[in-house]
């Protein structure tokens, strides 16, 4: 059986590092898709207008697996790349770290930029707390009304944890069961069986 668990941060985080006077606010957020992607990092500036550089770095596992990074302004592989290494150094992913960074009036050099971003980043890292998770599916289906009594048993004696379940009456009973991925077989099955009694 394939394993569709990953690991990602169960809420946002942030930490702060200064070096030689530049400022640098590490922004760990928590993302479903690239629409969010592309939102959080519109808002940042916001929240941050006196900023002088907003780097970033993405791990997204849906709708296939991707990642990407940005110097934004930065030299050339000084911040994007140092930022997404602290996200595979532990393996993160559904992620968004945005690193700001308020420039102190010494240049830190191409190394110092490395050393500066990375560290952020590990440090934004570190203040999240990480989990084990697995993607979420959802399915619908319509059953009969003499098979939702033993339908609903059936879900229940399933066991799965995360599983949850909403009915709609209507001349059928509709149903929307949102599950892990793994479980998905086991849901689909369990409504065949259903669907032929």
Known sequence: MPNYRYKTILADSSAEYIV?????????RKVESLEDVARIRQAIPQEYPKANHYCWAYR???PSPQ????????????????????LKKHSLENV??????????IKLGVRGLIAAYGQCALLAVEASQIIETEPMVELSCELAYDVYDTFARSLERLGIETLEARFE????VRAWIRCPVGEKERIESLVREMAFD
Not at 20 to 28: A, H, I, T, Y
């Open 67 to 86: 990642e990407h990074c940005s110097d934004a302004g930065e030299p050339h592989g000084t911040a994007g790349r140092p930022i997404l290494g602290a």
């Open 20 to 28: 030689q006077r530049s400022r640098f606010v590490g922004l760990l």
């Open 60 to 62: 997204i596992r849906t």
């Open 96 to 105: 968004l770290c945005v690193v700001v960074r308020y420039f102190g009036g």
């Open 169 to 172: 009456f209507a001349e059928q």
